[in-house]
């Protein structure tokens, strides 16, 4: 029930990915929902006739695909067609941030058909979050009328560093008890279906990308909440690096950071400048007091005028490190998301004038910057995405139905 | 004779690149190098036999495969095996840096049969140097040889910001006449083949790939001369991003940098601080007269104590947004090359230094940070690498050998 790094991305340019053209051919192909007869499969694929029957019988035997009625006959019995059945399996997807966790059970097309959340503090340690997530899974399932056994996967979106390949948080600051954690394992031991796990930021960044931007083939995401990172997408696949750490934008040094100890115990940081927790911190060293993200938040609707240049400042700051990173990356869109972007259009009109005025012309010609559209669901549809996409690959769905 | 960029790039993830099984696919397993039977072709394929047949009569009819001596026989006549002919095409390859301009010709995996080089300065305008490309090109295929019309392809490099999907630079500072050129158009008129434009940064971060790291997934390539500039590879293909622009390093900001006006127009660039030309200046200012990179590497090679601590200071500016990538990206290996490579070891300490104290432990923990292993090749090969990739990519086989 662990994870299989090589295979979660994409293969090396050196190996085919499809040598042979197996039942997951097929089912990318009729995953756009079109039904289809076995002559259009066959002329599509190039699949031999006896290939492509098995192939079919085992996909309709999975119950992936189904009969989708009659095509047009020129003449004799009409042909049968065959459509994806996106309600054949289950997922179980969960978004566990700092303090909230938010649950759904999702179908095979990513449409959640049923979910809950509530405050879950990420550092009441891994079996009693997991056990959670869990309990409160199965309760969700048999809620739809559906089992554990229709699972496809479990897909779990974590509040700091994950090493993509084994599931595990990697020395994350603020989830003590985790680090190492083997949490495929123990999920796996308890629920069907294969365990994936991957930081908050880059589920989220999944689920945007699929629920809002899937014509852009290079999309960043930037969260501003308790911490600042970032995830990037590249032609709807997570950029996850050598150790899945890409994307970990908080502790990049900005400029002119006063000299600011981050918890990292480097100085300067992007989260320790211009996080929620940090506009709190020089709001009230400004006499009004606040703590947290979401303190901010409130005070920013409430109109605090001093808070207004904070804002200003922070997404400057945050503009300063995306700038940079859009001169690497030459993203088609960067979209901020978190807690933070609550607090009003300040903080992206300062993200919105550095990036401006720090990036090459090249790279901003066509650049979009934007806030995030979906809301708090996006970490849920992303986690489901991340197993849906993973298992109905191409080169994954033999194995799946047994041919 | 124009680019594609969609084509050039990967496939957007909900498109299958091999919904039909084309000649592509059977070049692309027979490109190991290892000859192989009708027989195994079809059961790596699941190719409908007298589909599998047609293509290899193709790919035979073109010279890209040929027959490569009979199989161990189980009895009955012995059936013929097939491999790739790299000696099928040939292609010519150009790295134009700013003064000087490497062109080589090589055979379809990327083996140089003949090359040449020579001084020629950039700011001569395009039509200029193409036409050097061009002319010098017909006498490297001559000399071997062979003739135009067996080129499968051109491939340039060029010294500054590429529009990958035109192939024409934008916006280059130290390139007058260059912006906007239809490079792809004009050595298109005069020589078969499809021409193929990118930075020169981008080009040998795929020789230095391809040559030495290709079991590596993810290679940040910095080159480090007149300019400084990056090239991202993930999985064998250069990371180009939405125009191309991707990798344009040296014109991040560095936090200490004094206020240095750069030419792009800002201060603090990473170009202006820490570039070969940056430390003449400073070497000048501290009463040693410099003026190129290449003065400052004879002057390193001289023994020159006051250069150690600004090789040592430009190495830590390169390191600071080296860390901020290395956040980023995640990569496994981070090679260093430019000419400031051969001013000895003070340089890559200095980048070194601040990596290993400004990135976080799951990004370095198994992070190599190496000098570049090819030489003035790498360009050349990278220029070749990106011509055979594209041209002999499994969805564009067909077209070439029409099938």
Not at 24 to 52: C, I, V, Y
Not at 202 to 221: K, P, T
Not at 237 to 242: E, L, S
Not at 373 to 394: Q, S
Request: aromatic residues 4%; hydrophobic residues 45%; proline residues 6%.
């Amino acid at each position: 029930m662990t994870q299989d790094a090589t295979a979660l991305s994409r293969p090396p340019s050196g190996q085919a990915p499809t040598g042979t053209l197996g039942a997951g051919t097929l089912l990318r192909m009729l995953r756009d929902g079109k039904p289809r007869t076995r002559s259009e499969l066959a002329s599509m694929t190039g699949m031999a006739r006896s290939t492509l029957t098995q192939r079919v019988d085992a996909l309709l035997a999975s119950g992936l695909i189904q009969p989708a009625g009659e095509a047009a006959s020129s003449g004799g019995r009409p042909p049968t067609t065959f459509a994806f059945a996106p309600s054949a399996r289950i997922v179980l997807a969960a978004d566990l941030g700092a303090t909230h966790a938010r649950l759904g059970v999702t179908d095979l097309s990513g449409r959640i058909l049923a979910e809950t959340s509530a405050d879950v503090a990420i550092d009441l340690g891994p079996t009693t979050v997991l056990d959670w997530v869990i309990d409160n899974g199965r309760a969700l399932i048999a809620e739809i009328g559906r089992t554990p056994e229709e699972l496809l996967g479990v897909g779990l979106g974590l509040p700091g560093p994950v090493e993509h390949s084994t599931g595990r948080a990697i020395n994350p600051p603020i989830m003590p008890g985790w680090d190492g954690f083997d949490v495929p394992a123990y999920v796996g031991a308890q629920l069907p279906g294969s365990v994936f796990v991957d930081n908050d930021v880059n589920i989220m960044a999944l689920g945007e990308y699929f629920s809002q931007w899937s014509d852009v083939r290079h999309l960043l995401y930037v969260k501003v909440a308790t911490g600042i990172g970032c995830g990037i997408i590249t032609d709807g696949t997570v950029y996850r690096g050598a150790q899945g750490a890409a994307g970990d934008m908080g502790h990049i040094q900005v400029s002119d950071g006063g000299g600011i100890l981050c918890r990292c115990g480097n100085t300067d940081c992007l989260e320790a400048v211009a996080s929620g927790p940090a506009i709190a911190t020089k709001l009230t060293q400004a006499g009004i007091a606040a703590d947290t993200a979401l303190d901010v938040v409130h005070l920013a609707r409430a109109g605090t005028p001093s808070l207004t240049p904070l804002l200003r400042d922070a997404g400057r700051d945050i503009g300063e490190v995306l700038a940079a990173s859009v001169n690497l990356l030459n993203p088609g869109i960067v979209v901020v998301g978190g807690a933070m972007i609550l607090a009003g259009d300040h903080l992206l009109a300062g993200i919105r004038e550095v990036i401006y005025q720090r990036s090459l012309p090249l790279a901003t010609q066509n650049l979009r910057i934007v806030a995030a559209r979906t809301g708090e669901g996006a970490g849920v549809i992303g986690a489901a995405t991340m197993v849906i996409e993973y298992r109905l690959g191409p080169d994954r769905v033999d194995a799946l139905v047994g041919t």
